[in-house]
């Protein structure tokens, strides 16, 4: 832990991907609104990650870093242009004059925001791919024990001198939903939420097992699926052996509608993904299946829980050496989900495993 007497009046986080990320990285903000309770606190981000925080209370500034237009003027050859911008980003973040600067994203498109900001303090979380070379100080993400959601950011907050307290990660309290009135009226007020998609194949779930779960749930609570827009043609897929009181919402909601329909559901059940992240964060019922990752094992919350069946191969990330058979994931059975959501809900649900 370090302290630093110098005054804290502007601090600029950087995390600009990805949704998951942005959603375990929040409750730095509590931390530091803490520690330095007068600060004015600017978070950079890409726009398509933007709404996990807009909004938020304890955020006085968004900064958008349009990462992919600047890949394709590149590619496209409009250097000028690419210049232009990326020059007068660097002109933005020097004239806010920050009195701290952290780079939670770890990488060189990342720290070179907090180089370009000429903070009195600069700090990288894990920094590497050489921006740790344009830090002052670099923390180990490393140091808090127990495999706990958002430890590398609890280590930052103790290094940092914040108080941790429960380390609890929030999403904005209000939310732009201005399609929240229909898909309420088609989701009603007793709902479950399935979360299958997220980046890499194997981290996902089967279908057939998603299939098999909604089947075992009972009739009269229905699920929405939720998922991007790049989802959307599997979960036409997945839908087409869905039992009818399941709701596709994939593609057909912005990120702070899907919040809200997490906000007010019955509970999460979900792979490796953002969107499963986000059940925890709104302390509902969320069972995180996990494989070929592990982000964390301890959530923090006692009605929240990952399942996981370890492997000598697992976790395997993003190399994944069984042939594309995912026994990681193929181990978690339909049946074992059911009576872990049962356990997780103390016998509330009522659930009924068919054979």
């Known amino acids: 832990m370090t302290h630093s007497n110098t005054p804290v009046e502007k601090i600029l986080l950087v995390r ?13 903000l509590k931390a530091l609104k803490n520690r330095y309770p007068d600060a004015k606190i600017s978070w950079a981000v890409q726009p398509e990650f933007a709404d996990v925080i807009r909004g938020h209370e304890l ?14 003027d590149f590619k496209a050859l409009r250097w000028f242009k690419l210049w232009r911008e990326l020059r007068q980003m660097k002109q ?11 780079d939670l ?3 060189a498109k990342s720290g ?32 808090v024990k127990g495999d706990l959601i958002s430890s590398e950011y ?24 201005p399609n929240w009135k229909t898909i309420r009226a088609e989701l009603g007020s007793d709902y479950l939420v399935f979360c299958p998609f997220t980046t890499r194949p194997q981290k996902h779930w089967f279908d057939e097992n998603w299939q098999a779960l909604a089947q075992c749930l009972p009739v009269n ?7 991007g827009p790049g989802d959307k043609l599997a979960a036409e897929v997945l839908m087409q052996s869905m039992p009818a009181h399941v709701i596709n919402l994939v593609g057909k909601t912005r990120i702070q509608e899907a919040i809200a329909v997490i906000r007010h559901s019955q509970g999460v059940i979900g792979v490796d993904t953002g969107l499963t992240h986000m059940g925890i964060a709104e302390n509902k019922p969320t069972l995180a299946l996990f494989g070929s990752t592990l982000p964390y094992v301890n959530t923090r919350r006692d009605n929240a829980k990952v399942l996981y069946h370890k492997l000598d191969c697992s976790p395997c990330r993003r190399n994944p050496i069984c042939d594309g058979r995912f026994d990681c994931m193929r181990a978690l059975t339909p049946e074992w989900v059911v009576q872990e959501w049962q356990r997780l809900n103390q016998g509330v649900a009522h659930i009924e495993v068919l054979s």
């Open 16 to 28: 600009m991907s990805a949704m998951g990320d942005i959603v375990m990285a929040s409750p730095l």
């Open 59 to 72: 955020l006085d500034e968004l900064i958008i870093i349009p990462k992919s237009q600047w890949v394709q």
């Open 92 to 102: 933005r973040l020097r004239a806010a004059n920050y009195d701290l600067a952290i």
């Open 105 to 107: 994203q770890s990488l």
């Open 112 to 143: 070179v925001l907090v180089k370009w900001s000429q903070a009195k303090r600069k700090i990288g979380l894990n920094s590497r791919e050489g921006s740790q070379k344009w830090m002052d100080e670099v923390v180990d993400g490393n140091l």
């Open 154 to 177: 609890q280590a930052m907050a103790h290094y940092l001198g914040c108080s941790i307290g429960s380390f609890s990660m929030h999403l904005p309290a209000n939310l732009d939903t």
């Open 221 to 227: 609570q229905k699920i929405a699926i939720l998922g």
